[in-house]
């Protein structure tokens, strides 16, 4: 009888054992979103450009960052950063300093003068963007690259709006400013200065001669504050404050200078006018832990020798001879369900006077909305918009701060972003695309912590406080290129493949197969263990259930 | 100490085996130390620290891992060589089926010893009677020098039947208790030891691959060879025994039959026990009792026809168990129980449990047990005795 082969032993390989049908689940890879991504007004890609800076390819983060946003040195120095604060790092030690990073790769541009590429086609289509700000420049950038003609119109003698007239030197050089906005006009955008559009009538006429027009005009009218007499001369509004202070002029208020507010507005008002030699308080409604500025702004500010007087709200003012008087009283401030909403009460024997010399409210700012009267309707406070940003009136799109509450620079440039993408869609329907939908985020718990050591963040270093105090330098100093590197190795990379090999090499059944920028799943041998999920260091790989 | 004389050493047990593994020439031997087996350990790593074995020898972080060494090595066609005792080998229970499984060649020695819990260290033979199903031979041993002559036989019935073979002795009766041992010379060692060839071996050159996921009729398949390969154990055995005995004059059996020729009653027993056995079956032979001692060497596979031949006739067996299956009894006596169901002429069979947990069986025990209980009625169930 002849002996049969051993059953043991093979001579052909394990190949012939399709072991993916032992499977009840497949991985695949998924590239969700980063939480940082989900949070970024300007859906920023951070993931990749962080990549990016990690690998020392500085020209491709700058790339990837300015495919949606043209201001990454300005963003990178007054960016609220609510990518930080959702960063899955927290979870294990610290943010990743995003917007220190975003600084230096804008900071690499400016200073290597990296410039935009030309648009590949010139297109007709005439559009028309009013008001000069980070929403109406961010559209016109995002207009012009796509090849359309672009019309700004400015109302001031210059380009930059809040980012010009608004923020502070301290914290926003005006060269920068300058280099940036240079970069976009050189894209080929015409611009008008002085070109205030006046009314309704006025922007009408514009429609009539644009394929369509975008109004960002922003909120210049500021809220008043009841019962304070605007006319009196120990007032001066915000507004009129930074724009004065920005421009370089004097403003006689006397030594002691009272802030009311809370808000960034009410920190660049106090701390420009500490850089100024004077002694400032700031009077708030808010509790100091509920101050809607941001936090570094306010420990800086009292870094800066500025006085909180929290949880207490002006009742009137009584003029001297030297100086004013402000009655006050303590309240007991409640904040409601939204953004900027809230409920008070006086505290019972909670009044007390404060002496100054003058008042410089700062509450915030309205849009100026009447003035389209005729042409486009409120809805709230702002513009009434719909989904894609444009108005009641066909052809006209809004944005920035005339049209929504959210009232941050990279809000408003997100929203510069979105407006044209709508607009281009509009004049154009082969341009239509739909934005697109960001999907639930990778969370903390799909990360493998173990490839990412605990690892203290690269923090940005501080002017000292005397020095400060004595000019409008920057106060926030740059990371170095060294520091910058290892600040981005700290990312996660969440959710974005890094192509570091693990999948492939940790599948047991060696079914992890590279292709061309990737890898694929070979479904004939995957037995869904989902080690490669597990071992995968930036949560990139999920498992799919299969019926 | 590292001279070769063809010439009586005084030997333990336990340093008998390490000469066994010493004359073999094992490829590998991955080794764990364990009371009482360290012995054999120790004098083993003094051979190859002064160069008189060139074994590959490697000490992994426990015997799990051990038996895994010697699997892998084995199936790279390695000799292998292992040694171990209860709390070791019962950690290795895993990995005893998967060397049956994967036909491999390794010997090893175990110590018997009481499992935990509790603590002991003492001579009981459950730790290797517990792995009886894994399809390991297992051969227990009298002496020293049997227990050195057993290991040499075991390379050669395990090499050539791809069957994994486990050598047992007592602790201390055996392991540590010094008697002269004729170690033989390494020539003859060599002439009757042929080196380690198997038909298949896992080699980067042949590109064959062992072990791979199969289907039931497949895993089937590997369990009928390998009853196969059991069912000539016994006689490779015996003609291994008896051409060792050719060469050294001591001759080994299966079963080893004492004075039983005309018996009246037959002591059945294992290990170091045979000893005493045997010095009471010549006290009541001298005091008129027709008495006699089979010793049962080869337990697995159990060698069922030489056993109902050698018991067929004799009117009384008395059975020594020197270990205690919890619900069962003595183990052997439930064995020779299921071989002799349905033989005619069977004898009746008591099975005592005898030395649980090392206690001292003396001749005088056996003398007193055999003349009780060769008249007594037969109960189903493993009496206690002391």
Known sequence: MEKMPSPLWTNSTSLERMTGTWRNALPYYKNLPSPCHGACPVDGEIAQWLLQVNKEDHFGAWITLVDNNPFPSIAGRICHHPCETSCNRTNLDETVGICSLERFVGDKALADGWAFAKPQEERPEKIAIIGGGPAGLSAAYQLRRRGFQVDLFEARPALGGLLRYGIPAYRLDKSILDQEIARIIDLGITTHLNAEVLDAKALKKLRENYDAVYLATGASKPKA???????????????????????????????????????????????????????????????????????????????????????????????????????????????????????????????????????????GQDADIDRWTGMLNAQGPVVATDAKWQTETDGIFAGGDLASMD?????????????????AGYVCPDQVVSQPDKGAEVPYKAINTAYHPKEQRNAQAHLMVDVRLQSFKEVQLPLPEAEAIKEAGRCFTCGTCTLCDNCFLYCPDVAIKKVDGGYTVDADYCKGCGLCVAECPTGSIAMQEES | MNKMP??????????????????????????????????????????????????????????????????????????????????????????????VGARTAIVMFNVNRTPASPWGFWPDQLDSLAQRDTGWIQLYSETPQESLDTVIQSFVLSEKLNLPCMINHDAFYVSHSVEPVDVPDQGLVDGFLPPFAPEHMLDTNVGSSFGAPIDQATWNRSRKEMAAANDLVCDEITKIGREWGALTGRSYEPLEKYRCDDAEVVVVTMGSMCGTAREA??????????????????????????????????????????????????????????????????????????????????????????????????????????
């Open chain 1, 407 to 423: 009232r941050f620079v990279t809000q408003a440039i997100g929203m510069g972003k979105h407006a044209a993408v709508a607009i």
């Open chain 1, 225 to 363: 504050l009841p019962g304070l007499d605007y006319c009196a001369d120990y007032v001066l509004d915000s507004a009129e404050f930074l724009a004065a202070t920005n421009a370089g002029e004097k403003c006689e208020l006397g030594e002691h200078l009272v802030v009311i507010g809370g808000g960034s507005a009410a920190m660049d008002v106090a701390r420009t006018a500490r850089r100024l030699g004077h002694r400032v308080s700031v009077l708030s409604l808010e509790p100091d832990e509920l101050l809607p500025a941001q936090r570094a702004e306010v420990d800086e500010a009292k870094e800066e020798g500025i006085g909180f007087i929290c949880s207490s709200m002006l009742k009137s003012v009584v003029a001297g001879d030297d100086g004013i008087t402000l009655r006050c009283t303590k309240i007991d401030f409640k904040p409601g369900e939204t953004r900027g909403a809230f409920s008070m009460s006086e505290v019972d024997g909670g009044t007390f006077d404060l002496t100054a010399h003058a008042i410089i409210p700062a509450i």
């Open chain 2, 281 to 386: 079956i010549d006290d009541l032979r001298n005091q008129g009792i027709q008495a006699g001692l089979l010793k049962v060497r080869l337990f697995r596979p159990l060698p069922k026809q030489a056993l109902q031949d050698a018991l067929r006739g004799i009117p009384c067996a008395i059975v020594l168990d020197r270990n205690y299956s919890p619900g069962t009894g003595g183990i052997l006596h439930q064995e020779l129980k299921s071989v002799m169901y349905g033989q005619e002429n069977a004898p009746k069979i008591h099975g005592l449990l005898a030395g649980v947990g090392g206690l001292n069986v003396s001749a005088e025990n056996i003398r007193d047990w055999v003349k009780k209980y060769q008249k007594a009625k037969v109960e189903p169930e493993s009496q206690w005795v002391e």
């Open chain 2, 6 to 99: 063809n010439s009586l050493q005084l030997l333990s047990g336990n340093h008998a085996v390490s000469w066994a593994a010493r004359l073999c020439k094992p490829d590998v031997a991955p080794l764990y130390p364990i009371t009482p087996q360290t012995p054999i350990l120790e004098k083993i790593t003094e051979f190859h620290a002064a160069g008189a074995m060139k074994t590959e020898l490697l000490t992994p972080e426990s015997e799990h891992s051990a038996m895994s060494a010697c699997i892998s090595a084995s199936l790279t066609g390695a000799r292998v060589f292992t040694a171990t005792s209860s709390q070791g080998l019962l950690l290795m229970h895993e990995l005893l089926h998967y060397a």
